[in-house]
């Protein structure tokens, strides 16, 4: 007999239960799987044309809105039993499923198939309120100005906080941090259908179209000195405007920049030629930190400072600056950089990092293996990206040029 599956999220809102939910559909899908989500925030939003954003609607003692809720989610349920029924091989059910007694309820429905609950938890204050900004800037919340609509949302949160518990006496459990896609705890009591394949998807980083671009030319650049701040020059400004006419043929909703002038200089031109695009800039993708050299030119850093000049030579990943980083201790932020940049996305959209020439390396190398001593002399050049997509069963990264 053909295995069927039912998947049931579960999670407060905001912390990656749809962007979780979509990439186990999207590679399922990839893997010959008929595969469906039932999502009851789009549903209700398809159903109800009242505004139900507001925060009042998710009060539990809000009879009314409860029942409403409950309805949505009993017409997705019979949804999903009667996809699974007509030839569906898998089905998501999205939702916060945050209480225990709704989940009792939900396992008790879908009883002539396995039943998978995946938690999907983050905790990390700066990201989620990164992510709640970008849930608010939709048109369902336009009513309200983007303050209030996160304060609302967060209200959100809060209701649903009452009622939540994670899971705990359900059969077969995964629960997994977003943010560092790491299963946190794993309890499988049953035989669970394409279990080898799911449990590899959410623990895997995927992007399908990220461009890696460094940033364009600087006076630093020209005098070839390292680190500051420095402003693109003229040449370097023409590359941001070359970049931004590429784009302006692509749909880019997101780039991330380091909270270096010359990354965000490089990524305006894109943003200007997107209907609707966001630069959010991330420290974590900032330019190695060369301590005592920063601002010296590598001339001078070979006549006053030999000893730097030639301990760095032989072994350049592991060598750090006197007071700053190497390329061995930037590992640590540039991950957690990555790891932002994917829960903040819609990884089947195209992501932009506009980023520096040591940091571009390391982000390039978490994707793509390198020997740790070949890392530091990757190719980065101003004049092309690369083009990165990498998933379970394709990795590509295309080195292109853009003018
Ligand atoms: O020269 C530009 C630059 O981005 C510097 O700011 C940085 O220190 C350097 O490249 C990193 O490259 P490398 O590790 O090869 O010196």
């Avoid at 979780?20 to 559909?25: C, H, L, P």
């Avoid at 899908?29 to 595969?35: A, I, L, W």
């Avoid at 009792?104 to 002539?112: G, M, N, P, R, V």
């Avoid at 201790?329 to 195209?350: A, C, F, H, P, Q």
């Amino acid at each position: 007999m053909e295995q069927k599956l039912y998947i049931v999220m579960v999670g407060l809102p905001a912390r990656g239960k749809s962007t979780t939910a979509n990439k186990v559909r999207d590679d399922l899908k990839k893997d010959s799987v008929r595969v469906k989500i039932f999502n009851n925030g789009d549903l209700r939003r398809k159903l109800i044309t009242n505004n139900t954003s507001y925060a009042e609607f998710y009060d539990p003692k809000n009879q009314e809105s409860a029942d409403i809720r409950e309805r949505i989610s009993l017409i997705n349920l019979h949804s999903a039993k009667s996809y699974l029924r007509r030839g569906g091989q898998v089905a998501i059910l999205d939702a916060t499923n945050a209480s225990g007694s709704r989940r009792e309820w939900i396992a008790s429905q879908l009883d002539e198939h396995p039943v998978l609950f995946i938690e999907c938890i983050n905790n990390n204050e700066e990201i989620l309120e990164a992510s709640i900004r970008r849930k608010v800037d939709t048109p369902e919340f336009a009513y309200l100005g983007l303050d209030e609509a996160v304060k609302n949302f967060k209200k959100r949160i809060s209701y649903y906080l009452n009622i939540y518990t994670p899971l705990k006496q359900e059969r077969n459990i995964i629960r997994l941090d977003t943010l560092n896609k790491k299963v946190v705890h794993e309890e499988i009591k049953d035989t669970i259908p394409y279990y080898d394949q799911i449990r590899d998807f959410l623990v895997t980083d995927s992007v399908r179209h990220l461009y890696l671009v460094r940033h364009g030319e600087t006076y630093f650049n020209i005098e070839n000195r390292i680190g500051g701040d420095s402003d693109l020059t003229e040449k370097g400004q023409d590359q941001a405007n070359a970049l931004g006419r590429f784009f302006a043929k692509k749909e880019v909703p997101l780039i991330f920049t380091s909270s270096l002038k010359r990354t965000r200089q490089t990524a305006e031109p894109i943003a200007k030629g997107q209907k609707k695009c966001t630069i959010i800039p991330l420290p974590e993708f900032n330019e190695i930190d060369s301590g005592v050299c920063e601002c010296m030119s590598y001339d001078e850093i070979r006549k006053n400072m030999p000893d730097i000049d030639r301990a760095r030579k032989v072994d350049k990943y592991n060598y750090v600056y006197p007071n700053g980083e190497g390329y061995v201790t930037m590992k640590e932020r540039i991950t957690r950089g990555i790891n932002k940049v994917l829960y903040l996305s819609d990884i089947s959209r195209n992501i932009v990092i506009v980023g520096h020439r040591a940091a571009n390396r390391m982000i390039l190398s978490h994707f793509l293996f390198r020997r740790e001593e070949d890392v530091p002399y990757i190719y980065i050049p101003q004049n092309k990206f690369y083009y990165i997509s990498v998933t379970q069963n394709k990795k590509l990264f295309q080195l292109m040029k853009y003018r």
